[in-house]
């Protein structure tokens, strides 16, 4: 499993998704660079929807983990879970806070006025 961070270099897109999903200890790696950079590929490298499907991916690994006790020590999936799905939420949030509406000016003599980048009829093939 190769793993690749390193908090003095956050200038790769790999490391952002590390960082964004915690995954940042190599003793105990949640996925491997190659499922993040699928990932980062499936998102057109935008690193906050590639986290986002990261953390789905870890949320589907821990449901296949069972509630485990021995020697009056406990492990519940719970925990893993529950934090997961926040993170997964605060994320998705900032997700749709990062979108940007732009707004100009409606007529072209307005100082503001944008040409639109598309025409009515463009994709008619008549």
Do not use: W
Not at 35 to 48: D, P, R
Not at 49 to 62: E, W, Y
Not at 83 to 95: A, I
């Amino acid at each position: 499993m190769a793993f690749t961070y390193a908090s003095s270099d956050l200038t790769t897109a790999l490391a952002l998704v590390r960082l964004r999903i915690g995954d940042t200890d190599s003793d105990r790696p949640l996925l491997d660079d190659a499922e993040l950079e699928a990932m980062l590929s499936a998102h057109a490298q935008a690193v906050i929807p590639a986290a986002c499907a990261c953390i789905r991916l870890i949320l589907a690994r821990i449901a296949r983990d069972v509630d485990t006790s021995h020697a009056g020590v406990n492990a519940s999936r719970d925990q893993k879970t529950q934090h997961y799905q926040d993170l997964l939420e605060d994320l998705e949030t900032e997700n749709v806070r990062g979108a940007e509406i732009h707004y100009t000016g409606a007529m072209p003599g307005d100082l503001d006025y944008e040409a639109p980048t598309f025409k009515l009829g463009r994709d008619r093939y008549d």
